[in-house]
């Protein structure tokens, strides 16, 4: 993938993540269902491994570490990665240098390794079941 | 390398790769020493058809990129269901395009 392409993919992402997160928190907070966007959540009913993100990072927002915790564990990641990545890129741009860049083949370069690939798709895993186990417990 | 053994290799070979390739692939292997061969042969390639099965089986938890080998992408992917499900569509469209780029991509380590 080149700078160019990355460049643009990641910041629109992250823009729309902000934004997704900023009309998400409206609608939480007015009590209201955020819309759901997942095909497997849809179709099957079921949790899949990120959905409750958006009500985690809303959590943390509200300053409740231990329920967003409880939602999903990965919305700390997600949040930190809307949260830092368009202004990483756009300084980068602002500044000519490719210091994102690097940083996203470094990360390529390490998930191709087969172990560190692996403890990180069973942590996610891992976290799912648990969410699915609590999901059907409760329902 | 002989012209024989690079049209078998094209005929055998032609679905993984883009097809404005195919005469620089012809060309390049022409230029290739014999002895790259068998390793050329032995290389393994990503289907395209399939990939795109796997993408619209999987595609939500951005399978097909793990399997592709965008690493990076495929983690963003998974973390944002599927790009809140529009990624995931568009992916459908991309991923066989993108299949061949790094089977092509694969071979070009190989012939240098």
Redesign the interface.
Known sequence: ?TRRNLYFLALF?GL??QI?IVYSYKKLERQEEAFN????NRVTGLP????G?IHSIVSIIHGNFRQALMENP?GY??FL?VLIIPYWILADLALGRESFYRF?LL??R???IPWV?IS?LSL?FLLWMVKLVFFLHWF | MDAQKADMFIMTHAKFFEPHLIQAIREKLLQTDESKWMTIQSLTYREPVLMLIISILGGHFGIDRFIIGDMGLGVAKLLTCGGLGIWTIVDWFLIMERTKEVNFEKLRMVLG
């Open positions: 993938m992402l729309a993540g997704w966007t997942c095909i497997f899949c491994p990120s959905c993100t990965l990641l997600g990665i996203f990360t390529d390490l998930l191709k690939l990180f996610i």
